[in-house]
Each structure stands twice: as structure tokens, then as C-alpha cells.
């Protein structure tokens, strides 16, 4: 069974830094992108940050261009998202999902239908 669990999120003060995790199982983890999606309560998911299958290409959405970073450890079936200068407008549930139809990077890679999903981890950022 497929699964992807979400781990690393908490409180932390403006300016501050989380790295969330998001380990994988039950699919050929080098076979699949990795999207990280963030949601606060009563609006529209928002796609954060993807890493393309393929080509392992990066993309971030603009709100957290050269603040968030996405990488992996494809020995440990990990995606990792460094959040430095968080800031209270990030507060969210961020979930990460993966995806087998994304192959190379691509702005749109939000608008798929991502195979995958985690549960979530909350990221709360005070001001």
C-alpha cells in the first residue's frame, strides 16, 4: 500500500526556519515527482513546491521563491522542504503527494491529479 507520511511541522516565530519531511512507501519512490501543498482552512489548496520525476527539477511557487527548498535522499525515500523566513502568512497544513504523470518540471505541476497523498503536518508561524 502506497503511503506517505508527513513529519516536522510546529510552531515557530516569524523568521524562523522548519524543515518538514515526507517519507515514502509502497511505490517506487525514483519513479514518481513530489509535490509539497500547503492548505489553510475554509481556502483553496496552494502548490508550494514540486520535484519533477525525471529530470528531479524544481519548482516553487512565487510566495516562497528563495525562502523554501525542496530536495530528496532517494536512499531514505524522503523529500525534505527547508522553510527559512517563514513568515505568519505560511501557516498551513503543508502535505506532501506524489504523482507518477510528472516527469519533468513544469509550472502547472499543481494542476495534476497527484496519485498520492499524506495526512498533513501543521506549520503555524507567529508573528
Known amino acids: 500500500e502506497a503511503q506517505l507520511v508527513e513529519s516536522g511541522g510546529g510552531l515557530v516565530q516569524a523568521g524562523g526556519s522548519l524543515t518538514l519531511s515526507c517519507v515514502a512507501s509502497?511505490?517506487?519512490?525514483?519513479?514518481?515527482?513530489i509535490g509539497w501543498f500547503r492548505q489553510v482552512a475554509g481556502k483553496e489548496r496552494e502548490g508550494v513546491s514540486c520535484l519533477s520525476a525525471i529530470d528531479r527539477d524544481t519548482d516553487y511557487a512565487d510566495a516562497v521563491k528563495g525562502r523554501f527548498t525542496i530536495s530528496s535522499d532517494s536512499a531514505k525515500n524522503t523529500v525534505y522542504l527547508q522553510m527559512n523566513s517563514l513568515k505568519p502568512e505560511d501557516t498551513a497544513v503543508y502535505y506532501c503527494?506524489?504523482?507518477?504523470?510528472?516527469?519533468?518540471?513544469?509550472?502547472?505541476?499543481?494542476?495534476?491529479?497527484?496519485?498520492?497523498w499524506g495526512r498533513g503536518t501543521l506549520v503555524t508561524v507567529t508573528a
Open positions: 503527494a506524489a504523482d507518477r504523470k510528472i516527469l519533468y518540471g513544469n509550472s502547472n505541476w499543481f494542476r495534476n491529479a497527484m496519485d498520492y
Open positions: 509502497g511505490f517506487t519512490f525514483d519513479d514518481y515527482a
